[in-house]
């Protein structure tokens, strides 16, 4: 599920209150050594000293972190995709149209907790809390306990309201968010909690299980007759509440007491303080990723929604792999803008832009190819009438991607209100050509016309906001270095600043 949070997306952070150091990295490895020496593989601590390793053993080191942390996105991932396929097949359209509802709710108030806890975590988690890692997440876990169950006691109270209108399938449906939401929103924080420790290694372990765990309990509830939303929400449930446990341990049992714990209103300040932009970002960023669903389902019909959901399940591996990548990225490009300033903020963000640009075109470039047998595969012919919209949902997606490095710098910057405005002008966008789209055109109308002009109107904006921002920067920079008498006040004029 996480990974599904495009945007966020996403997968919107925060670093001020650290003395910028020009001469290490915060692992303490000499600047040359690279994203890879910021990023040791497995759980230790990195060594303090020169990076006496090769180029080649810094590339392969680097590949081989990269590569875990788009394991562990993928073992997630695929098990909710697996679920969703074998939900497509083996329940009507309309059930799986209650499906792809309820899971587009969850996913707005998900998004909820990932501004407010996951985002700023990752941020202060690397930066601010870096000695206190373990104090730090028991006031998270205190956090988690409140907004889950201010969660479920909305989703529950919102499938009492359907079942009383007599919308029983959907009502059954947001039944199950309700029972999952808290677990698997528990499953991200322990997932994260384990990336601080820079050991995806670790999140593997915790993938495999959670998809073990939910892929053969679908398994036995499918042979008994039973599966339907509500049982596969529940099994979503279960797995995350065990592997969670199974994270925990092993982060306490690697992570030694630390230095004194922060208060609890004080970790609430900082979040709230960074998360308030982040909120606004992921509301407006959920408005053109998911509110065409019950546009969908209000002017043509619940299986219209059911649709854009078989569509939108080829989207989810895009998604899932870059969502991986940014719980690397986003940590590592705090860091950089910490200790170096702006200066290597754009060759960061030209190097995520390429990768994720590249990375979306090839993976298009095999599937549209296979649309027709690849529908008929996944989905036993159901919704081969919709596989002819596939290329435009490709155009999205890759326009999406266009915007993932600008948006991961501005983050990393601690301007998420920046990444609001963009996002926000998507919305607009979706509001004035999307929705009258959905009306007049249904299906066609979201993917042709709402998904590619939001996402082309958030590109176009993530661009020039970033480089606004690294040149007012840079400017800024530049004047206090011409007011400064000798290179020794120049320092401290920066460090004050």
Known sequence: ME???????????GLLFQQPSPLKTADGVPAEAGLAASFPVGSGTPSEGSDDRTPRRRLLDRAVTGGLAILDQGLISGSNFLIGILL????MPGQYGAYALAFAVFLLLALLYQCLLLEPMTVFGGSSYHNCRREYLGRLLRMHLLIGCVIAIGLGTAAFIC???GSDTLARALAGVAVAAPCVLLFWLARRSVYLEMSPGEAVKGASLYCGLVL????LVYRFGVLSPFAAFSLMAVGALITSGALFLRFRSIVARGAAAPGLLEVW???????????????AGWIPAYSYYPLLSRFAGMAHAGELRALMNLVAPVEQTLGGL????????????????????TQLANRITLLSIAGTAAYWAVIIPLKGPLFRLMYSGKYDSVAYLLPWVALGSILWSAGYGPGIILRA???PRLVFIALGASSVMTLLVGVPATYFLGLWGVVAWGLVSSNVVALVILVYLLRWKLRSSSAGTKNIEERSSSPREAAETYVAN
Do not use: T
């Not at 990974?3 to 919107?12: C, E, F, G, T």
């Not at 053969?216 to 398994?219: E, I, L, N, S, T």
């Open 413 to 415: 910057m601690e301007h």
């Open 326 to 345: 940014s719980l690397l990225f986003l940590p590592y490009a705090a860091r950089i803008q910490q200790q170096y300033g702006k200066g290597k903020a």
């Open 269 to 283: 300040r900082r979040h709230w303080n960074y998360g308030r932009w982040a909120l606004g970002c992921s509301i």
């Open 3 to 13: 990974a599904s949070l495009r945007q966020s997306n996403v997968m919107q952070r």
């Open 88 to 91: 497509a097949r083996w329940l």
């Open 163 to 165: 079942y009383a209108q």
């Open 216 to 219: 053969g309990g679908v398994y």
